[in-house]
């Protein structure tokens, strides 16, 4: 006995044997709908009745209304604890996405702010670093700064002196 299926969300009720019925709810309803369907694994033999000779069964026969009654009712209660199983295994998987998804939110706000703090860093250690390069005459000065990442280790400078040397800082 399936339910939803050969939908993706098909799931296992239950598995009927010998002398097993199936179908009274369908027989119940005044509309003739179905909760579940079936499918065999095996050729079966089986039989079919129409509501109106239920209906005459059940008053020749009151104590099939009573099995009938009782099996409904265990079913009944296997599936609900089935659905509870079930809804409880989702919460489960959706309980943990979420603690997943509170962790990744967590290491990419703390990723952002290394990076708007290595951005920061960046225009700093740039700030340092001098703005225009000394012309001396007969020398042709050249500096490039270029981190690996957002900022390095590496600074320069230049000292001028009183008597026109300079003094080049690495």
Do not use: C
């Not at 179905?34 to 079966?44: H, N, Q």
């Amino acid at each position: 006995i399936l339910n939803a299926l050969g939908t993706p969300e098909e799931r296992l009720l239950a598995v009927l044997g010998a002398g097993d019925f199936l179908g009274e709810m369908g027989l119940f309803d005044p509309e003739g709908l179905r909760s579940a369907s079936a499918r065999t694994r095996s050729p079966v033999e089986w039989a079919e009745i129409t509501p109106q000779t239920f209906e005459d069964l059940l008053h020749r026969q009151p104590a099939i209304t009573f099995r009938l009654l009782r099996e409904m009712n265990l079913r009944w209660r296997r599936s609900e604890a089935d659905t509870i199983r079930d809804l409880q295994l989702k919460n489960q998987a959706l309980s943990q996405a979420y603690q997943e998804l509170q962790q990744a939110q967590a290491e990419l706000i703390e990723k952002q702010k290394l990076e708007h703090e290595l951005e920061i860093a960046h225009v700093i250690q740039a700030s340092l670093l001098p703005k225009d390069i000394p012309q001396l005459a007969g020398w042709q000065l050249a500096a490039h700064w270029q981190p690996a990442r957002a900022v390095s280790g590496d600074f320069y400078d230049f000292l001028l002196y009183p008597d026109g040397r300079l003094g080049v800082l690495i």
